[in-house]
């Protein structure tokens, strides 16, 4: 019981500040919105993919989503890294609750905020006239995202604790999210690149997150979807035990 | 009966370096203990140790019966703290902070509100609660963090400079605060700062500490006790050295010092030792451009032990003297 109640304690503390921030909401609907409308309608235009009957607006959006749920929830593993540098970890570190408590919190946290702005692009994406498949493969497609969240904020939670800044975190975050959204197959079919670029990319957890959104949603489908769900749920679980390996060794 | 802190040995190195250097002492349940000493001397390492945030390279001690090494999560139960740098959420309220505290440490809901309301009272912030802490003072925020670390009716509560870089006024305001929590509730304290009436006025004990040792504990008359009855102050400049060995040779003084350029002695009768020493000054060709005679502060107790001062400011004079020496007169 106690345990539950500090993690909703670390959880409801990010709520409360991300409600607060709605510059930084704002601002990361941006980048989705630029893929969407201008990247998605402009390279539409002139793209024809080897898929039949999907635009390739409608190919890209659930790339997009992914996209948005990857920089959200990666991004805000930094939180670590800035309660060390203004000092609120020691507050954090110094109470009687156990690290793996308090590093479920940080990444529930993040995930449902990362969740919800995925759920604003899927929004959008509809607004943009995206049709989906189903109303069942709509819903199940928030099960992967959730998922999604939840694994790319441990990977970012345990980047952070293994590093002492936050400036060094967006620079390894820089390095890391970009090639993370190149190789994932949201930009292009899996199956219409060379053989090394396919290694790649299926070494990335981003794109099975892609795919199995894709399956859900467009009906579209390179790889097994309870092969990706499985590749995601066992990458967020090591990466929650990393995390919070990494994270009891801070000293404050 | 159980002490509240008892400290056996502790050590601390940073690498090769020795930040604390096997420490012990003993706080009774109920007192205000201080830790005094220059910055650098061990004290918020020995703080970090004891309240677990650091573990120790060696020795150990025990908060409340509890051993830091092997029951941390007891010893975290049953502490509150202050530290140094200010550990507020400042997107949070006054009062979210607070919240976020009774949470994490299990205060039972029906008792959360009015125990903040409480303490929001006791620190003069209830008409700020609600305000974000980004809009608080320095002042404000140093109370607002007093006031969390008494959510959860610690037994122990660590205080790091509790005043660090405050206005003289808010000083004491959280001088009064701090007295009142010790009173009220009963609780032990034990504070660090490198401000000699701080300790002075607040610790009912005080361990003087240097280069991560003890050098002398006891309670702060004690202490200025042992220095003597009074302290004399020559400001002198480049020749200092040559007046103090002259001092030395005549045996005019038990304990004598040299800090840049200025000459303190502690002796017991001070004043019938001033023209002692101008006379002598003058045998030996040296001028000296000030006098002062005051009662011994924590300070002098620390350049008594140490050859060292805490800072290079003096305290206030009881008398002082402007003598320029004749030679370069009108």
């Known amino acids: ?252 | 009966m159980v002490k509240a802190i008892r400290v056996s040995g502790l050590t601390k190195f940073y690498g090769d370096l020795l930040a604390v250097d096997h420490i012990s002492f003993e706080v009774e349940e109920g007192e205000i203990f201080g830790l005094l000493g220059p910055n650098g001397a061990g004290k918020t390492t020995t703080i970090k140790m004891l309240t677990t945030l650091l573990r120790p390279s060696d020795g150990t001690a025990e908060v409340c019966g509890y051993d830091i090494r092997r029951e941390p999560d007891a010893v975290r139960r049953v502490i509150g703290i202050v530290f140094q740098e200010p550990s507020l959420d400042l997107e949070l309220t006054g009062r979210e902070n607070m919240e976020f505290h009774a949470r994490l440490y299990d205060v039972p809901k029906g008792e959360m509100d009015a125990r903040i309301e409480e303490l929001l009272q006791l620190v003069e912030l209830q008409d700020w609660a609600d305000r974000l802490v980004r809009a608080y003072s320095g002042g404000m925020r140093r109370r607002l963090e007093i006031a969390r670390s008494l959510l959860h009716h610690p037994r122990v509560l660590f205080l790091d400079e509790p005043t660090l870089g405050l206005d003289p006024q808010s000083r004491r305001h959280v001088w009064s605060y701090i007295s009142r929590i010790n009173r009220e509730e009963g609780v032990t304290i034990i504070l660090t700062t490198h401000y000699m009436e701080e300790a002075d006025q607040l610790c009912d004990r005080v361990a003087i500490i240097d280069k991560g040792r003890i050098v002398a504990l006891d309670t702060p008359e004690k202490l200025k006790g042992i220095v003597g009855g009074d302290v004399l102050t020559l400001e002198v400049g480049p020749e200092a050295k040559r007046l103090m060995e002259a001092i030395r040779r005549r045996g005019l003084a038990r304990n004598i010092q040299m800090v840049r350029g200025q000459i303190t002695l502690m002796e017991k009768d001070g004043e019938a030792l001033i023209p002692v020493l101008l006379r002598l000054a003058e045998e030996v060709g040296v001028s000296v451009n000030s006098v002062s005679l005051r009662k011994p502060s924590l300070d002098d107790v620390f350049l008594y032990f140490t050859g060292e001062r805490i800072r290079s400011q003096a305290p206030e004079p009881m008398m002082m003297w402007r003598m320029r020496m004749m030679r370069r007169g009108r």
């Open chain 1, 1 to 252: 019981m106690g345990e539950l109640k500090a993690i909703y304690t670390i959880w409801l503390r990010e709520m409360l500040r991300w409600r607060r921030d709605r510059a930084s909401l704002l601002s990361s609907m941006m980048q989705p919105l630029f893929w969407l409308f201008i990247f998605g309608v402009g390279m539409g235009r002139s793209v024809r993919l080897g898929v039949s009957g999907v635009s390739y607006l409608t190919f890209l959006a659930p790339g997009v989503i992914a996209q948005n749920i990857l920089f959200t929830a990666f991004f805000g593993g930094v939180s670590v890294l800035y309660d060390l540098e203004f000092g609120f970890l020691k507050e954090i570190l110094v109470a009687p609750i156990s690290r793996g408590a308090i590093v479920t919190g940080k990444v529930l946290g993040g995930a449902t905020t990362a969740f919800i702005q995925g759920l604003i692009v899927l929004c959008l994406s509809l607004l943009l006239g995206v049709r989906y498949n189903s109303p069942l493969g709509l819903a199940a497609s928030l099960g992967v995202m959730a998922l999604l969240s939840m694994a790319f904020m441990a990977l970012g939670l345990a980047l952070a604790s293994g590093l002492e800044r936050a400036a060094s975190f967006q620079r390894i975050g820089r390095f890391t999210t970009m090639p993370m959204w190149f190789l994932s197959g949201a930009l292009w079919p899996l199956d219409q690149c060379p053989t090394w670029l396919r290694l790649l990319i299926l070494l990335n957890p981003l794109t099975y997150g892609v795919d199995a959104l894709r399956t859900l949603l467009i009906g579209v489908n390179k790889i097994n979807i309870a092969l990706s769900i499985g590749v995601l749920t066992a990458f967020t679980l090591i990466m929650l035990g990393l995390g919070t390996y990494l994270f009891s060794r801070k000293e404050a």
